[in-house]
DNA sequence: ACCCCTTTTACGGTTTCCCGTAAAGAAATG
DNA sequence: CATTTCTTTACGGGAAACCGTAAAAGGGGT
């Protein structure tokens, strides 16, 4: 089994939970993180020490604070973590169950398994824990492997979120035209931000503005 | 101490630390339930049995799954059970950290305490807990102690909760006017309607219909 | 009953959204 | 280089939102 593991999470009432799950699958060395930026330094400590982290078991939204942090999300600490220890294992333990959401872990941060927070979570984390230090096949829900493979989820790139955040801010069209300018993101001509919008529309069945940007606010898009 | 306490919370690695803190103050009797339904039933039972619960800690929000359940969320376990069993303590043990939304909890529903999931709340919802059973006052944070006496935040009601549904399901208004008639909720007229958006626009600062519905959805008003 | 005050509704003008069409520009192909 | 194709931009008309004003309807008081 792993020997050393870090919990990265906010919220003590899971944590609690989750090292003592560890515990009962004979890991021996746990360690336990707050905040992202706490977990990313106790990272490079490890690896400078020479004795590593096997397996970093990570949040993905931590509550913001009093303190100031560099890393503020679960995604920015691993991304972080892969840059000085592209080896490691890593769990996203997490409430979110966006199947778009978890299918751009797996495919931009490469991450191990996904384990959603749920009734019967801390042995589906056990098991996933298991089948990583066998190098097994990761099991995943029917409707999650059929959005890992389905492209048309990922097609919804930066700039239309770029567009759906402005629009969420109560700009008008002409706002967004001239902001864009300014920003330099093409295109920028109002006209086209229309028809960019009316693609999300479609493609989100919106029936109009305000619709669209309450289907994407329960998406997690913006 | 309390004798007999109820936990109700769906997330098994929350609700593991919560009944271990409970042992540690030594609760003799502690159940546990994941479902709102679940955790009615065991109070009316309870109550039948002539061995009633003490005490209820529940969550707010409970995922949604494959069982269909009369009771979906917190606020309505709590306002179920008040209803059978008046004299119940009842403490809410959430993320939630939206001050109107935990106004709404003492001022609605009578809750005894309420503590807020996050990096050091198992030693709080101890103290909560000692605090009920000593009847002392309840503490609250500075912020959230203004906001309950903050008259303005509670004048958000039904109506505008229904009106800010309608509107983020892409409705426009002569579609929500039409509907308010069908359902006997009034004011209906389209200016009334137009009326009540414009208040909340100010009132929450937002510049059009879109951006009051995306500063709404975050606040989980909707 | 009358007056006062509040709430609800109605109306008009302006802006923005919405949607189709078409022109201008850029990239690709032969 | 000419032609095709796709992308970006422009334009125009109708619908809905936006905003101020004012009339109608309802609800206490005296």
Redesign the pocket.
Known sequence: MFHKVLVAEDLDSISIAVVQALGEISILEIHHAKYCDDAFLKIKKALHDNQPYDLLISDLSFKPDHRENKLCSGEELIEAVKKVQPDIKTIVFSIEDKSFRIKSLFNNLGINAYVSKGRDSIPELQKAIQRIYNNEEIKLSPELSHALRDKSLFEIESYDIALLKS?SKG?????ISSEFKDSGI?????????????RL?IYFKA??????IAITKDLGLV
Do not use: Y
């Not at 001509?189 to 009316?198: A, Q, Y």
């Not at 029936?207 to 669209?212: P, T």
């Open positions: 629009l700009l008008t069209l002409e706002d093409i295109p920028n001509g109002s006209s086209s931000l229309e028809k960019r919008i009316n529309k029936s109009n503005n305000v619709h669209l």
